[in-house]
């Protein structure tokens, strides 16, 4: 009997490659992949251990994937990713009719596993250990993402130690893919019809430092901006620290490479900071940006902050809320900051109320808001390239700028898009904006700003 695997992909983009991966290489094994959930006889949950709310997430998942299971014979679940990894004989016990719980990496055994579970699957098999950074390395890939995005996964684990974050002891240390095999990769990916990708990682700015001795993300971005069918390539999750000269020069010098980065900056008060252990400060946050929009004037750059981290006082949130002032950052997230086991920041006790953190986020994103649509209606009577993902009616489309990371940031609708199909690439005037998205029409041609 064929087996039918469905599969749930729970929390980041990293967690999507693994996913990928392990469906390529059941599929390559003789299993159907189906998406309807009813038919299949094997039911995989890829879940997030990285913070509570991702916990619960993955754990309503898991318990409603047995009530699924309970419905018909013979049905399995097996649990995957970063909680089976983090919490994995915690899990099995709690959810004992889990027939496997398999750590980061532990996936590549689906294949010869789920033959043995469906003939007889005895105890629940808890196969954790030690991470497999980047398991099934430049193996078969299913792609789930709109067939002209895919993530491009450069690197895996973390070697930083920020107080607040479970990541290493999930994912382990930092390594680096070879440069030749990413390449490799992204022609693969180009043949498919890939247009758009999205590096991600841990870290991606960190690029190279284990295996070569120097930060090569430069060098990465320049094989890649010559990767035939490949129209944008989009950096994602740098590491303040490592954004360096030789790194917004290739933004500068490349046009394939977009003028998009998303820096996780987490605070700009020195001391909060220093709790976090993290380097820099504001004033070397503020220098960084402005010299990537000096490299390109048009350059959207994305962070994310952590408000009510133990040691954040009135006075650091209100430098804080400065920062952005000043910045004057695209996009921005903001996240009241939750204690997690096992991290440094979580046996401080000189952390805000909950409440409070709350409100400061809150604030942080209602002072935000205002500024995102300022720096969005910046761009009215502008001409954008607009990668197209769909329709809105016969003549409306529905899509991306360079601006708008997949599944994070904002869209772009337009008027005149009756030629166009999904995976084009249009120039489109900007007609009005709003906080987070752009409306337009199609031009017939790029024409000067």
Not at 84 to 111: C, F, M, N, S, Y
Not at 133 to 140: C, D, E, L, Q, S
Not at 293 to 311: E, K, L, N, Y
Not at 349 to 358: F, G, H, K, Q, V
Request: aromatic share 6%; glycine share 8%; net charge negative.
């Amino acid at each position: 009997m064929t087996a039918r695997i469905s599969l749930i992909s729970l929390g980041c983009p990293k967690n999507t490659v693994d996913s990928e991966l392990a469906l390529g290489r059941l599929r390559a094994s003789g299993c159907e992949i189906t998406s309807d959930q009813d038919t299949a006889d094997v039911l995989i949950v890829n879940t997030c251990g990285f913070k509570a709310d991702a916990i619960e997430e993955s754990v309503d998942t898991l318990l409603e994937a047995v009530r699924w299971k309970n419905r018909r014979s013979g049905r399995r679940v097996v649990a995957i990713g970063c909680l089976a990894q983090r919490h994995g004989a915690e899990l099995a016990a709690r959810i004992p009719e889990l027939d496997a719980v398999l750590g980061i990496g532990a996936w590549t055994d689906l294949p010869e596993g789920v033959e043995h579970w469906l003939k007889d699957p005895g105890e629940t098999l808890v196969r954790i250990g030690q991470p497999q950074p980047m398991a099934g390395g430049n193996g078969p890939r299913l792609l789930t993402t709109a067939p002209w995005t895919a993530y491009l996964r450069i690197s895996d684990g973390c070697d930083y130690a920020c107080a607040f974050c479970t990541i290493p002891s999930i994912r382990g240390p930092y390594v680096s893919r070879p440069t030749e095999d990413i390449v490799r990769e992204a022609e693969v990916l180009a043949a498919q019809g890939v247009r758009e990708l999205a590096l991600i990682a841990q870290d991606t700015t960190r690029y190279g430092w284990d295996l070569y001795g120097e930060l090569r993300l430069p060098v990465l971005l320049k094989a890649l901006a010559r990767v035939d069918g490949i129209r944008w390539v989009r950096v994602m999750y740098a590491h303040p620290s490592t954004v360096n000269d030789a790194l917004i020069d290739v933004f500068a010098e490349e046009q394939k490479i977009l003028p998009y980065l998303d820096i996780p900056l987490q605070h700009s008060d020195r001391e909060v900071l220093r709790a976090m252990n993290r380097p820099g400060d504001g004033a070397r946050y503020l220098d960084l940006i402005r010299r990537l929009r000096a490299a390109r004037t048009d350059f959207c750059v994305r962070s994310t902050f952590i408000v009510g981290h133990p040691g954040e006082r009135p006075a650091a949130f209100a430098a804080l809320k400065a920062f952005l002032n000043e910045a004057d950052l695209d996009r921005v997230g903001v996240f009241a900051y939750s204690a997690e086991e096992g991290t440094p920041s979580a046996e401080r006790l000189d952390r805000p109320a909950p409440r409070i953190a709350e409100k400061r986020r809150e604030d942080l994103m209602r002072f935000q808001a205002a500024v995102s649509r300022r720096r969005n209606e910046s761009l009215v009577d502008r001409v954008l390239d607009v990668l197209v993902e769909g329709r809105d009616g016969p003549v409306t489309g529905i899509g991306r700028s360079y601006r708008d990371a997949p599944d994070i940031d904002g869209i772009v609708s337009f008027h005149g898009a009756g030629e166009f199909q999904p995976g084009d690439i249009v120039p489109v005037r900007v007609t009005s904006a709003t906080t987070h998205d752009l409306c337009g029409e199609v031009v017939t041609r790029q024409t000067p700003d």
